[in-house]
């Protein structure tokens, strides 16, 4: 294995830069977006174009190094990045096409929610991606993609019609529901270990103006709320969703003075419907118990989408649990009561994400996303930007996993969870892991692509 021969049998044939640890600019390149993961790659390959991708492919593999794909650095455990081997980084691959008489747009591999939501925005179009904007879409979609307009719209995955991939052998293909169909089955859900997706093509809806934001409720009132929202958004029309979240109010000029520092109970809330409907419909929701506010109204998609970015800028220490449920049972209650009363001050925060509606329409073995029968994606995300608090918030996150996993379905959304193990890997995939493992194997069989949540080759 060398560094330097791979370097030198990619450079002629590279259009972007290749940046090693004594160029001026690496130390900014290996940074991901999670401030505590803090990975040296031995060379950074930005790419520009698929030419650059298939070339790092070969020369890696060529040179046996150690490979690790970037698209928007977000992941929780940096599995962007890696000690010592390449990182084929697509952030560079930013290009986005709307095809808007086919309701399509073509999403390069290295985009962030915010290029496809600027792009598609123009249009009066979206496609469901996550909650905030600065979220690489390559990643998101491989996992599943969670978001405001899942119980409308399914999964960013439901909404993938094709994808574009360079292959552990350096070669070019096409997956979708006619060409290698079994490919395009385990890129929907399986994460990056089948290849490096160049391009993605998604199906595009009618969203432009959504009535959204916040309602929040003081801590005490978190049981009745909890009641409340497990009834209401199992029968909620599919166009009005929202998620519920504990948190601490941060103290911005988006939020009266007399809230910031405040620990809450809230629903953020994000309806496609039109806006009588949408008052009618959450009226009965946001009047449970004295709501401290209630601040919903008619907003561009766009701005929804990146209303939380300024308050998770990157390089923010951040350490993640995660579990599906299918319930939110009674007994689960005083361990969410518990743990938000020990919510670290700051911006840590457990998030319950809905995903029935469209999402409970597609099979569990439809694609390799399994857990199609879940009523919520739930993440506890310990989040300081001082690296000193790293134990306080890991501790706290720990714990508060630890005592609501007893309640959770068994697997968390690979999406959101960091490195923790292989049995915690195959638990998301249930019995489609099999069926992965046989699929890596005819495409990476040898476990080129294994900076990931990996499966193995069967
Ligand atoms: C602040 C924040 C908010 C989030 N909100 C949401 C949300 O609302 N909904 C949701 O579903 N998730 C959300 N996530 C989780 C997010 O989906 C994951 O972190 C995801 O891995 C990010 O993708 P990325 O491309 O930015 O990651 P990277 O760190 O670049 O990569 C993550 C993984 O994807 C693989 N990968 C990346 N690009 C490619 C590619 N082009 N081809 C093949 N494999 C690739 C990598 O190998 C790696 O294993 C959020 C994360 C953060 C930090």
């Known amino acids: 294995m060398s560094?330097?021969?791979?370097?030198?049998?990619?450079?002629?044939?590279?259009?972007?830069?290749?940046?090693?640890?004594?160029?001026?600019?690496?130390?900014?390149?290996?940074?991901?977006?999670?401030?505590?993961?803090?990975?040296?790659?031995?060379?950074?390959?930005?790419?520009?174009?698929v030419a650059d991708v298939i070339a790092a492919v070969?020369?890696?593999?060529?040179?046996?190094?150690?490979?690790?794909?970037?698209?928007?650095?977000?992941?929780?455990?940096?599995?962007?990045?890696?000690?010592?081997?390449l990182v084929i980084d697509l952030s560079r691959m930013r290009g986005v096409r709307v095809n808007p008489s086919a309701r399509t747009v073509q999403v390069e591999g290295g985009c962030t929610g915010r290029d496809v939501d600027h792009a598609t925005h123009a249009f009066g179009m979206a496609t469901p991606t996550g909650t905030v904007s600065s979220t690489g879409i390559a990643g998101l979609t491989l996992g599943g993609g969670i978001g405001h307009l899942s119980r409308p719209f399914g999964l960013t995955i439901d909404n993938l019609l094709a994808v574009d991939m360079v292959l552990a052998d350096g070669s070019f293909v096409t997956a979708s529901a006619e060409t290698n169909p079994d490919l395009y089955w385990a890129v929907r859900g399986g994460g990056g270990n089948f290849g490096v997706v160049t391009s993605f093509l998604f199906r595009l809806h009618p969203v432009?103006?959504?009535?959204?934001?916040?309602?929040?409720?003081?801590?005490?009132?978190?049981?009745?709320?909890?009641?409340?929202?497990?009834?209401?958004?199992?029968?909620?029309?599919?166009?009005?969703?929202?998620?519920?979240?504990?948190?601490?109010?941060?103290?911005v000029p988006l939020f009266p003075e007399n809230l910031h520092h405040q620990?809450?109970?809230?629903?953020?809330?994000?309806?496609?419907?039109?806006?009588e409907k949408s008052e009618r419909v959450t009226r009965p929701m946001r009047s449970v118990g004295k709501p401290l506010l209630d601040h919903v109204g008619p907003m561009p998609f766009l701005a929804l989408q990146s209303l939380f970015d300024p308050l998770l800028p990157p390089g923010l220490q951040m350490y993640w649990r995660a579990d599906f449920h299918k319930e939110l049972s009674?007994?689960?209650?005083?361990?969410?009561?518990?743990?938000?009363?020990?919510?670290?001050?700051?911006?840590?925060?457990?998030?319950?994400?809905?995903?029935?509606?469209?999402?409970?329409?597609?099979?569990?073995?439809?694609?390799?996303?399994?857990?199609?029968?879940?009523?919520?994606?739930?993440?506890?995300?310990?989040?300081?930007?001082d690296p000193k608090n790293k134990e306080a918030i890991t501790m706290w996150t720990k714990e508060y996993f630890d005592a609501l996993h007893p309640y959770s379905a068994g697997g968390a959304y690979v999406n959101f969870m960091m490195e923790e193990g292989q049995e915690r890997v195959r638990?998301?995939?249930?019995?489609?892991?099999?069926?992965?493992?046989?699929?890596?194997?005819?495409?990476?069989?040898?476990?080129?692509?294994r900076v990931n949540q990996n499966i193995r080759p069967a």
């Open 330 to 385: 009674d007994a689960s209650i005083p361990v969410h009561q518990k743990y938000a009363e020990r919510i670290p001050q700051g911006l840590s925060l457990m998030h319950l994400y809905p995903i029935n509606g469209a999402v409970h329409r597609v099979g569990r073995a439809d694609t390799a996303f399994t857990y199609r029968d879940c009523l919520v994606a739930g993440v506890i995300v310990g989040i300081d930007p």
């Open 263 to 275: 620990k809450v109970c809230a629903v953020i809330w994000c309806s496609t419907a039109a806006p």
């Open 58 to 85: 070969r020369a890696a593999r060529d040179q046996d190094l150690l490979v690790a794909i970037r698209g928007g650095g977000h992941n929780a455990g940096g599995l962007g990045s890696c000690d010592d081997g």
């Open 427 to 449: 638990a998301p995939f249930g019995e489609n892991y099999n069926r992965l493992a046989a699929i890596k194997k005819k495409y990476d069989p040898t476990n080129f692509f």
């Open 208 to 251: 432009a103006t959504v009535n959204a934001g916040p309602t929040f409720w003081p801590l005490d009132q978190a049981p009745e709320v909890i009641k409340a929202y497990r009834e209401f958004i199992a029968e909620a029309p599919e166009d009005v969703s929202g998620f519920l979240a504990f948190m601490t109010v941060p103290p």
């Open 3 to 49: 560094v330097e021969r791979a370097v030198e049998q990619l450079k002629p044939q590279f259009l972007g830069s290749i940046l090693m640890p004594s160029d001026e600019g690496y130390e900014a390149a290996r940074k991901v977006y999670n401030g505590m993961i803090d990975k040296r790659p031995a060379a950074i390959a930005r790419c520009v174009d």
